[in-house]
Nanobody, 124 residues
């Protein structure tokens, strides 16, 4: 199976930037799509962004469009989420997920593997 590990979270002031990384390891024998989700305390997990294996297809939630950029480096088995112009409402635990399904963007139920999450806190 595929193991996913997120990193890059932390504390940042509003207007600042962070870059999250999602490193994949294990049996990555086939191409896979990757998504980012986030969950704030007391709220449902929500979609943030997704990217196809080739990087040719990218999707963003309306709340982050224009501020966040998803990318990947398959030679490093790593997907990135560049987060700019951060707002306090971006505070959440951020999770990456992967799926071998072809649908883009993959619906929540379609993801096969999930990381443990990384905390992002944006102060006022």
């Amino acid at each position: 199976q595929v193991q996913l590990v997120e990193s890059g979270g932390g504390l940042v002031q509003a207007g600042g930037s962070l870059r999250l990384s999602c490193a994949a390891s294990g049996r990555t024998s086939s191409s896979y799509a990757t998504g980012w989700f986030r969950q704030a305390p007391g709220k449902e997990r929500e979609f943030v962004a997704a990217i196809s294996w080739s990087g040719g297809s990218r999707n963003y939630a309306d709340s982050v469009k224009g501020r966040f950029t998803i990318s990947r480096d398959n030679a490093k088995n790593t997907v990135y989420l560049q987060m700019n112009s951060l707002k306090p409402e971006d505070t959440a635990v951020y999770y990456c997920a992967a799926t071998y399904r072809a649908t883009m963007p993959p619906p929540y139920w379609q993801y096969d593997y999930w990381g443990q999450g990384t905390q992002v806190t944006v102060s006022s």
